[in-house]
């Protein structure tokens, strides 16, 4: 683990090539690819090329235990309590799929919520899906957590990160409100591990889940899954696969045995190729340090805001900066032209619904964040549209 002040950023940053040629300002949409996860996936081709199936039990096999272990390390996690999904929506099925709703038929989640986690619920029968609203747009208030949670509740189900604010929500307060009348809660990090730290001790929490694909630099194809090891010993789900049963290379279909640890949460055979990306990822981000990277984020972000205000842009997070993570939201008009005309100036950001989304990592740098507003200022006072806008360095040179 390193520290943030000793950190060579620089020599971090030469890992990712898109910064040869692109001001990327996207993780919250995809991670940028590294030479290290190139470099697993190439590995993953070479081993299926010399040893065809049998690279699954010299190596492959390993290598998904490896990435069990990583995330382990990565949450602060027991052993056995994590394992591989292949998407949230695959994840959220199988822990649905552990609930009765007899007696507790209530899922508590959010407006700001990514929509993944509602559909899994809304299109159950006789489940009651109560969507909690925000009075900011930005974060929701533990008052109305409070409020909700009642002895019908069977889970809360909401995020450590809201993806259309970057406001880091207070999952042990909210795992207290849920646990003080027997609900679960169930945390989607999905852009939150790997830029902020998690300790899913101290947090308390009943799931925890997240990805490859944006903070952890593992792409697509792999998500973790944490169970609280209560869970893990009671709960015994009826969405399933192969890899969930305890003596899968048995192949014996008459009769079935769940792992004992978090295994049996899991579905079919996993993309391999992911797996390798995704440990590669994880393992560079648990080398730097996830408290390093908090540390020169927290540096861009606060870099960037205040660039953007001296610019005159609006924005839209919370006052008090540690409540934010790397994602900043600028409330523009017809917000998807704007990312396309950034991007003709090869700076990649996206947008969502009313906002340009701008998610500075650690890798990147304040003179990417001084670029970004210098083109976003020009466009929304509408000085230049396309080829016509400048940077400063290009004005001065010209």
Partial sequence: MQNASVTD??????EFPVFEHTTYLNTCSLGALSRQARAAVNQFLDLWQAYGASAWYKTWLGEVQALRSSYQRLLNAQPGTCTIQHSISSALSVIASCYDYTQRNKIITTALDFPTIPYQWL?????????LPSDDHIGIALERYAAAIDER????????????????????????????LG?????????????????????????????GLKWLLGGPGIVELYARP??????QPTTTGWFAHGQQFAFDPENWSYWSDARRFELGTPAVAAVYA???????ILNIGVEAIRERELLLVADLTSRAREAGLRLKLPANLEEHAGIVMFPVGEPSQV?????????????????????????????????????????????????RIQTKEQRTQG
């Fill in 339 to 387: 990312v396309r005309t950034l991007a003709e100036h090869n700076v990649i950001v996206d947008y969502r619904p009313g906002h340009v989304r701008v998610s500075p990592f650690f890798y990147n740098t304040v003179d990417e964040n001084q670029r970004v507003v210098e083109l976003l200022a020009q466009i929304v006072s509408g000085e230049g549209r396309g080829a």
């Fill in 278 to 284: 995704a440990r590669a990822g994880m393992d560079l």
């Fill in 183 to 211: 609900a679960h809660v169930l945390i989607d990090g999905y852009q939150a591990a790997g830029q902020i730290p998690v300790d899913v001790q101290a947090l308390d929490v009943d799931w925890y889940l997240t990805g």
């Fill in 230 to 235: 209560e869970l893990v010993q009671r709960l």
């Fill in 9 to 14: 950023w620089s020599a971090l940053r030469a």
């Fill in 153 to 180: 509740t069977a889970l809360v189900a909401t995020s450590h990160v809201f993806f259309t604010s970057g406001y880091i929500q207070p999952a042990a307060e909210i795992t207290k409100l849920a646990h003080a």
């Fill in 123 to 131: 299109v159950k029968p006789n489940v009651e899906v109560v969507i």
